[in-house]
């Protein structure tokens, strides 16, 4: 039953673990994003988004995208993909992109921002498999990973915090190492009780050995007079 007289609780170390956590998470994903993506993942990520929410509702519907489309000598547009372009700082400082080598052997002249009506289904999965090359939830397994892990070294730090104010380590660690050493001493008086020790027997002692005298400490023999013939 709850205690309506108890002090509330209110999780407030708990709570700033998990937006630690998340933060974390969102900081070590977007640097991932800023040095471990190429140029195309990052300029059709948004795309990549809308098409899958708005193609997961309907297999027939058609959106207006703004992609950035390389040119071929032939003034054909096709999708740039892979490494095929670079981003580049322009005048003000905003970023601009340019044809890689790569992008000049696969006969591209140059780059030019072009805006179609697209089926977003199909969108999606062409991204999805030659822009993204099905990766992009792996980018995110090591930041997810790492979050866990600090969540794994937080948490139980602030639970106690929250859920006992007045919880320590220290007493918690001194309290167990008691239990422990009863629990010796209980088994060892345990073990006394069921053997117990019979006292040793004392061995025999030898009469003590008197060392024999050498002939110059012996006292001479006393000689008996001589008798006399007169």
């Given amino acids: 039953m709850k205690d309506y007289f108890s002090p509330r609780r209110y999780w407030k ?3 700033w673990t998990l937006i630690a956590a998340g933060v974390f998470f969102c ?6 994003y800023r040095n471990e993506w190429s140029a195309a993942e990052r300029v059709d990520l948004w795309v990549y988004l809308e098409s899958g929410v708005w193609g997961s509702l ?61 089926n977003d289904r199909k969108l999606h999965y062409f991204l999805r498999q030659w822009v993204f090359h099905d990766d992009i939830y792996e980018s995110a397994r090591k930041p997810f990973f790492c979050a866990l892990a600090l969540l794994a070294v937080l948490l139980p ?35 006394a009780a069921a053997h117990p020790v019979k006292p ?25 007079p001589r008798p006399r013939f007169e």
């Fill in 13 to 15: 170390w708990t709570r």
């Fill in 27 to 32: 900081v070590l994903y977007v640097q991932s």
């Fill in 58 to 118: 309907s297999e027939q519907s058609l959106t207006s995208y703004r992609l950035l489309e390389g040119v071929t000598a032939k003034k054909q547009t096709l999708l740039v993909t892979g490494d095929e372009m670079e981003a580049a700082a322009g005048e003000n400082g905003e970023p601009e992109y340019r044809l890689t080598a790569e992008g000049s052997r696969a006969g591209y002249v140059r780059l030019e921002w072009q805006r179609h009506q697209y």
């Fill in 157 to 191: 730090v602030a639970v106690p915090k929250d859920r006992w104010p007045q919880f320590s380590y220290e007493e918690q660690w001194q309290k167990l190492m008691d239990f422990i050493e009863r629990r010796r001493r209980a088994a060892a008086q345990a073990k």
């Fill in 200 to 224: 040793p027997v004392a061995a025999p002692v030898p009469p003590p050995v008197v060392a024999a005298k050498p002939p110059e400490a012996r006292p001479a023999a006393a000689k008996k």
